[in-house]
């Protein structure tokens, strides 16, 4: 029996010490955190998670009518909007992959290019829509119907139109995978027996989605427990408070002393409510299975509807307007107003206000260090995690699974109040609290599960053997890992990267809390500003973050281009070297 060798003993220990390392930050960033905030429920004290133990916090905020009336709230909210979105998600998805409309190639795009427009921007954009004497729906209410104020600007109608459009990408985006890998030969096979095209959509496509649909909706309305900026834009003003936005009152009101016990337990019943939805999902579906892929048959051919396509082209032209251009174009109009919702007419003296501002330079300079550093960490934690998923054991793959998706339905807020919670009784790392590591960390675990779904699907497209032709040829794990899964993972690790990159810039709902007035990002003070009654400089300021972002993704776009061509030539002229060498010796 041969010996192993000093050399791949080493290895192997320090395979296992960098996995114990990384377990530890997965279990301080995304496990600890949400248990002492849970903990947090069952003590009494001014401090969270501080004080004696008693359940009396816990029985009196769940004897609260608010406390149920809020989670009714968050419930219907989730759930419609869920339902909603998915209905509309999946119908351009269908348009898009088995039809002939024009423009369905265009539609994946600009359904992608949407989602990374941030929920503030986005809800500022329709705030301005909605709100004022001078903005539009509010000028035609008052021409054609004589109906004066904003009877639209907040309410259960426009939150739910709003967080419905804000949503319908996801959807889309979701569906249009499983869409296309549906054979149309079973399409066919209704229209042979008889069945109208209406009849087979709903007879055969839409049972064989099942599956699918309802694994999207569960996702979808756990995202949708998470939601804050819009709940905050468009529900606070009618008393209509979801879970985030019920946290955050808690946590800031300013008559009395934060309530850390009674924000807990609403936590609790969020992630109650979560582990729920994904155990129903589990019941529904575990064990069954939906064949839609055949063998050498399988054919995704698009079908020609006849002129209702025209009718299918308008309605994706409607949704793009409604989920990105039309709060754009607003954001961009109410950013030249000389008083928002007062006046009309058109200045750049918002825009004049906010460069003036010695503030703004360092606002957006720190907003797009964090955006930077902490989208880079984000995408690379979730490159980890789904690297280990892919090579791991079965506990493993359970425990990167759960970090990467419980985050997903945790709203930012909760998510400070969790880092408060754990950081706070230990001495060295409550120092942390109100710095700019601290909001890092944050930003970290908020955005973590978005730049997964950005990675893994670039990790598991990587065949096992090329791995393993690499170790064969003497490469360790760790070369292996950056020689061969990183060139390969890079365009989905960069996409990952910006993605989570987007959602740390506009992001509201854990700033809002781990901030503090000398530390603040670009949405928080966008948020100060519009609630001092100064939306069109909030407006420009936005404006002016995201034409930032824009610059520095162009400049980081073309240097990877760059970059990309130098190696490639580098590579060429290693090769034809490579080659001139070995003819020269055989000449010899």
């Known amino acids: 029996m041969s010996a192993i060798s000093p050399e791949w003993r080493g290895e192997r220990l320090f395979g296992k010490i960098l996995l114990a390392l990384a377990l530890v930050v997965l279990f301080v960033l995304f496990i600890w955190p949400p248990v002492m905030m849970a903990t947090a429920a069952f003590r009494v004290g001014n401090l969270a998670g501080q004080g004696e133990w008693s359940i009396g916090p816990f029985l ?26 998915l209905a509309i998600g999946t119908f351009l998805a269908w348009v898009a992959v088995r039809t002939t409309t024009p423009l369905r190639r265009w539609m994946t795009p600009a359904m992608a290019v949407i989602l990374v427009i941030p929920s503030l921007f986005y809800g500022l954009g329709w ?18 119907f004589g109906i004066t104020g904003s009877p639209l600007g907040s309410g259960w109608p426009i939150m739910l139109f709003v967080v419905i459009g804000f949503v319908v990408p996801v959807g889309y985006l979701f569906m249009v995978g499983p869409m296309a890998r549906m054979d149309a030969a079973l399409d066919d096979a209704a229209r042979m027996s008889g069945a109208s095209r209406g009849n087979a959509f709903f007879t055969v496509t839409l049972p064989l989605l099942r599956p699918t649909m309802f694994g999207v909706f569960v996702l979808m309305t756990s995202y949708g427990f998470s939601a804050f900026e819009l709940p905050l834009l468009f529900g606070i003003q009618a008393d209509i408070n979801v879970f985030s936005t019920a946290v955050y009152t808690t946590l800031t009101a300013q008559e009395a002393v934060p309530n850390y016990a009674g924000a807990s337990t609403l936590s609790l019943i969020l992630m109650a409510l979560v582990i729920a939805l994904v155990l129903v999902r589990s019941r529904i579906l575990g064990g069954r299975r939906f064949s839609t892929i055949t063998g050498k048959g399988f054919r995704p051919d698009p079908k020609n509807y006849g002129r209702i396509q025209w009718l299918f082209l308008a309605t994706f032209i409607a949704v793009v307007c409604w989920a990105g251009v039309i709060p754009l174009l607003q954001m961009i109009l109410g950013s030249f107003q000389p008083m928002f919702g007062v006046s009309l007419g058109f200045t750049t003296a918002n825009y004049e206000n906010v460069l003036r501002n010695p503030r703004t330079g360092s606002l957006i300079g720190f907003t797009l260090v964090l955006a930077a550093v902490g989208g880079f960490i984000a995408a ?48 060295g790392l409550r120092n942390l609290i109100g710095t700019p590591l601290m909001l890092l960390l944050g930003f970290i675990v908020v955005v973590t599960p978005i730049a997964t779904r950005a990675v893994e699907g670039g990790v598991l497209q990587i065949s096992s053997e090329l791995e393993e032709s690499a170790r064969i040829s003497g490469a360790s794990r760790y070369v292996t890992f950056f020689t061969v899964v990183v060139p ?97 010796a055989a000449y010899v």
């Open 380 to 427: 690379s934690v979730a490159l980890v995690m789904s690297h280990l998923a892919t090579h791991g054991g079965g506990l493993l793959r359970a425990v990167t699974g759960t970090v990467s998706w419980a985050p997903v339905a945790i709203p930012g807020v909760l998510v400070g109040l969790a880092l408060i919670t754990a950081y706070l009784p230990i001495p």
């Open 60 to 85: 009196d905020t769940l004897a609260r009518e608010s406390t149920w009336r809020v989670s009714l709230n968050s419930i219907i909210l989730s759930a419609a909007s869920s339902l909603g979105a």
């Open 127 to 144: 705030y301005l829509v909605v709100n004022g004497n001078a903005a539009p729906v509010n000028i035609l209410l008052r021409e054609w």
């Open 488 to 584: 390969l993972v890079l365009p989905s690790f960069l996409a990952g990267w910006f993605i989570a990159g987007i959602g740390i810039a506009g992001n509201l709902s854990l700033p809002v809390l781990l901030s503090s007035p000398t530390m603040q990002t670009v949405a928080v003070q966008a948020y100060d500003s519009y609630r001092q009654g100064y939306a069109s400089e909030a407006a420009a300021l936005f404006l002016l973050l995201m034409l930032a972002v824009a610059v520095v993704g162009a400049v980081a776009s073309a240097a990877v281009w760059g970059g990309a061509r130098l190696l490639k030539r580098i590579r060429i002229s290693r090769i034809e070297r490579a080659i001139t060498m070995k003819g020269s």
